[in-house]
Protein backbone atom coordinates (compact mmCIF):
# COMPACT_ATOMS: atom_id res chain seq x y z
CA UNK A 1 0.00 0.00 0.00
CA UNK A 2 1.66 3.31 -0.90
CA UNK A 3 1.63 6.06 1.64
CA UNK A 4 1.38 9.49 1.60
CA UNK A 5 2.76 11.31 -1.31
CA UNK A 6 3.69 15.23 -0.77
CA UNK A 7 5.24 17.13 -3.76
CA UNK A 8 7.65 18.91 -4.09
CA UNK A 9 10.11 17.42 -1.48
CA UNK A 10 12.40 20.80 -1.33
CA UNK A 11 11.46 24.13 -2.54
CA UNK A 12 13.51 27.46 -1.94
CA UNK A 13 12.03 30.68 -2.90
CA UNK A 14 12.36 34.50 -2.12
CA UNK A 15 10.04 36.37 0.35
CA UNK A 16 7.22 37.85 -0.72
CA UNK A 17 7.18 34.66 -3.44
CA UNK A 18 3.84 32.13 -4.06
CA UNK A 19 4.52 28.74 -3.04
CA UNK A 20 2.07 25.61 -2.92
CA UNK A 21 2.90 22.13 -1.38
CA UNK A 22 0.86 19.35 -2.56
CA UNK A 23 -0.24 15.83 -0.92
CA UNK A 24 -2.15 12.94 -1.93
CA UNK A 25 -3.06 10.42 0.99
CA UNK A 26 -3.57 7.25 1.77
CA UNK A 27 -6.07 5.86 -0.46
CA UNK A 28 -9.52 5.28 1.41
CA UNK A 29 -8.40 7.92 3.89
CA UNK A 30 -11.04 10.45 4.91
CA UNK A 31 -9.29 12.48 7.51
CA UNK A 32 -6.36 14.83 5.99
CA UNK A 33 -4.12 17.12 7.96
CA UNK A 34 -1.51 19.89 7.31
CA UNK A 35 1.31 20.37 9.82
CA UNK A 36 3.76 22.63 10.26
CA UNK A 37 7.19 21.41 11.69
CA UNK A 38 10.25 23.98 13.01
CA UNK A 39 13.40 22.68 13.68
CA UNK A 40 13.78 21.01 17.26
CA UNK A 41 9.92 21.06 17.53
CA UNK A 42 7.21 18.75 16.79
CA UNK A 43 4.75 19.25 13.99
CA UNK A 44 1.69 21.83 14.61
CA UNK A 45 -1.40 21.30 13.66
CA UNK A 46 -2.37 23.95 10.49
CA UNK A 47 -5.82 22.21 9.21
CA UNK A 48 -7.97 19.42 9.16
CA UNK A 49 -10.34 18.09 6.45
CA UNK A 50 -12.82 15.69 6.53
CA UNK A 51 -13.26 14.60 3.28
CA UNK A 52 -13.98 17.98 1.20
CA UNK A 53 -14.41 20.15 4.47
CA UNK A 54 -11.97 21.84 6.56
CA UNK A 55 -13.20 20.78 10.22
CA UNK A 56 -10.53 22.57 12.44
CA UNK A 57 -7.89 25.35 10.72
CA UNK A 58 -7.96 27.45 13.68
CA UNK A 59 -4.00 27.72 13.58
CA UNK A 60 -4.11 28.39 10.08
CA UNK A 61 -2.63 31.71 9.17
CA UNK A 62 -5.40 32.72 7.06
CA UNK A 63 -4.15 36.47 5.75
CA UNK A 64 -1.26 34.57 3.70
CA UNK A 65 -2.25 30.68 3.71
CA UNK A 66 -4.89 29.12 2.57
CA UNK A 67 -5.77 25.16 1.55
CA UNK A 68 -8.54 23.23 -0.28
CA UNK A 69 -9.02 19.35 -0.77
CA UNK A 70 -10.86 19.20 -3.95
CA UNK A 71 -12.79 16.23 -4.20
CA UNK A 72 -11.79 15.00 -0.31
CA UNK A 73 -8.41 12.82 -1.77
CA UNK A 74 -6.08 15.50 -2.67
CA UNK A 75 -5.25 18.36 -0.89
CA UNK A 76 -2.83 21.50 -1.75
CA UNK A 77 -1.60 23.98 0.69
CA UNK A 78 -0.88 27.38 -0.52
CA UNK A 79 1.61 30.83 1.13
CA UNK A 80 0.73 33.91 -0.34
CA UNK A 81 2.85 35.96 0.22
CA UNK A 82 5.50 33.88 1.90
CA UNK A 83 8.04 35.59 4.44
CA UNK A 84 11.04 34.44 6.11
CA UNK A 85 9.66 33.19 9.05
CA UNK A 86 7.70 30.50 7.44
CA UNK A 87 10.80 28.36 6.10
CA UNK A 88 9.99 25.19 7.79
CA UNK A 89 8.97 21.39 6.88
CA UNK A 90 5.23 21.18 5.77
CA UNK A 91 3.83 17.86 6.31
CA UNK A 92 0.70 15.94 4.99
CA UNK A 93 -1.03 13.27 7.04
CA UNK A 94 -3.98 10.96 6.91
CA UNK A 95 -6.24 8.50 8.96
CA UNK A 96 -8.78 6.56 8.92
CA UNK A 97 -9.33 7.04 12.81
CA UNK A 98 -8.27 10.10 13.87
CA UNK A 99 -5.82 8.14 16.65
CA UNK A 100 -3.69 7.43 13.94
CA UNK A 101 -2.02 9.45 12.18
CA UNK A 102 0.09 8.60 8.87
CA UNK A 103 2.68 11.29 7.46
CA UNK A 104 3.97 11.61 4.37
CA UNK A 105 7.59 12.89 3.85
CA UNK A 106 7.27 16.62 4.02
CA UNK A 107 8.09 19.59 2.08
CA UNK A 108 11.41 21.17 3.44
CA UNK A 109 10.78 25.24 2.72
CA UNK A 110 13.48 27.25 2.82
CA UNK A 111 12.43 31.45 2.30
CA UNK A 112 15.23 33.91 1.28
CA UNK B 1 3.84 25.40 30.92
CA UNK B 2 3.22 23.61 27.73
CA UNK B 3 0.74 20.66 27.38
CA UNK B 4 3.31 18.36 26.43
CA UNK B 5 7.01 18.09 28.07
CA UNK B 6 9.57 16.01 26.02
CA UNK B 7 13.48 16.38 26.83
CA UNK B 8 15.22 17.38 23.68
CA UNK B 9 18.09 14.83 24.04
CA UNK B 10 20.56 14.43 22.49
CA UNK B 11 20.68 11.50 23.65
CA UNK B 12 23.65 9.06 22.69
CA UNK B 13 23.84 5.36 23.95
CA UNK B 14 26.17 2.37 22.82
CA UNK B 15 24.55 -0.41 20.91
CA UNK B 16 22.79 -2.99 22.84
CA UNK B 17 21.72 -0.50 25.48
CA UNK B 18 18.26 -0.22 26.83
CA UNK B 19 16.46 3.15 26.02
CA UNK B 20 14.06 5.09 27.70
CA UNK B 21 12.73 7.61 26.45
CA UNK B 22 9.76 10.20 28.15
CA UNK B 23 6.96 12.29 27.83
CA UNK B 24 5.55 14.32 30.55
CA UNK B 25 1.83 16.19 29.82
CA UNK B 26 -0.72 18.12 31.53
CA UNK B 27 -3.95 17.37 30.36
CA UNK B 28 -5.89 15.16 32.41
CA UNK B 29 -8.02 14.37 29.20
CA UNK B 30 -5.55 12.63 27.37
CA UNK B 31 -6.15 9.17 26.71
CA UNK B 32 -4.97 8.55 23.32
CA UNK B 33 -1.19 8.26 23.47
CA UNK B 34 1.84 7.68 20.23
CA UNK B 35 5.33 7.55 19.71
CA UNK B 36 6.64 8.53 16.60
CA UNK B 37 10.07 7.83 15.14
CA UNK B 38 10.93 10.27 13.07
CA UNK B 39 14.35 9.88 10.91
CA UNK B 40 16.35 13.03 9.62
CA UNK B 41 14.60 14.29 6.93
CA UNK B 42 11.82 11.96 6.95
CA UNK B 43 8.24 12.19 8.16
CA UNK B 44 7.20 10.87 11.45
CA UNK B 45 5.90 7.17 11.48
CA UNK B 46 3.83 5.86 13.87
CA UNK B 47 6.11 3.48 16.28
CA UNK B 48 3.42 2.71 19.10
CA UNK B 49 -0.17 3.94 19.80
CA UNK B 50 -1.60 2.83 23.84
CA UNK B 51 -4.83 3.46 24.98
CA UNK B 52 -5.37 5.20 28.60
CA UNK B 53 -3.27 3.10 30.66
CA UNK B 54 -1.06 0.44 30.72
CA UNK B 55 1.64 -1.43 28.73
CA UNK B 56 1.84 -2.50 25.53
CA UNK B 57 4.91 -4.18 23.54
CA UNK B 58 5.95 -4.55 20.28
CA UNK B 59 9.15 -6.67 19.16
CA UNK B 60 12.14 -4.68 21.19
CA UNK B 61 9.82 -1.67 22.08
CA UNK B 62 7.90 -1.22 25.10
CA UNK B 63 5.33 1.80 25.54
CA UNK B 64 4.19 2.62 29.24
CA UNK B 65 1.74 5.10 30.50
CA UNK B 66 1.39 5.80 33.56
CA UNK B 67 -2.06 8.11 34.30
CA UNK B 68 -1.81 9.26 37.86
CA UNK B 69 1.42 10.82 37.31
CA UNK B 70 0.69 12.65 33.77
CA UNK B 71 4.12 10.35 32.33
CA UNK B 72 4.69 7.68 29.15
CA UNK B 73 7.81 5.75 28.62
CA UNK B 74 9.08 4.14 25.29
CA UNK B 75 11.53 1.73 26.01
CA UNK B 76 13.60 0.59 23.17
CA UNK B 77 15.73 -2.99 24.26
CA UNK B 78 18.67 -4.55 22.78
CA UNK B 79 19.27 -0.76 20.69
CA UNK B 80 20.87 -0.95 17.31
CA UNK B 81 22.23 2.08 15.26
CA UNK B 82 19.50 1.81 13.19
CA UNK B 83 16.86 3.00 15.99
CA UNK B 84 18.99 6.51 15.50
CA UNK B 85 16.09 9.00 14.94
CA UNK B 86 14.52 11.54 16.75
CA UNK B 87 11.24 10.20 18.90
CA UNK B 88 8.28 11.97 19.45
CA UNK B 89 5.50 11.42 21.55
CA UNK B 90 2.04 12.29 21.33
CA UNK B 91 -1.45 12.33 22.84
CA UNK B 92 -4.90 13.57 22.45
CA UNK B 93 -8.79 13.66 24.23
CA UNK B 94 -11.27 11.78 23.10
CA UNK B 95 -12.69 15.13 21.57
CA UNK B 96 -12.84 16.51 18.11
CA UNK B 97 -8.93 17.74 19.15
CA UNK B 98 -5.48 17.97 17.37
CA UNK B 99 -2.88 15.94 18.38
CA UNK B 100 -0.21 17.31 20.78
CA UNK B 101 3.17 16.92 20.31
CA UNK B 102 6.48 16.92 22.30
CA UNK B 103 9.42 18.54 21.19
CA UNK B 104 11.39 15.03 20.09
CA UNK B 105 14.08 13.14 21.73
CA UNK B 106 17.12 12.64 19.60
CA UNK B 107 18.25 9.72 20.18
CA UNK B 108 22.16 8.04 18.76
CA UNK B 109 23.10 4.66 19.16
CA UNK B 110 26.72 4.02 18.86
CA UNK B 111 27.93 1.07 16.72
Known amino acids: EAGVVQSPRYKIIEKKQPVAFWCNPI?????LYWYLQNLGQGPELLIR????????DSQLPKDRFSAERLKGVDSTLKIQPAELGDSAVYLCASSLSDNEQFFGPGTRLTVL | QKEVEQDPGPLSVPEGAIVSLNCTYSNSAFQYFMWYRQYSRKGPELLMY????GNKEDGRFTAQVDKSSKYISLFIRDSQPSDSATYLC???????????FGKGTRLSVIA
Open chain 1, 49 to 56: YENEEAVD
Open chain 2, 90 to 100: AMKDPGNTPLV
Open chain 1, 27 to 31: SGHNT
Open chain 2, 50 to 53: TYSS
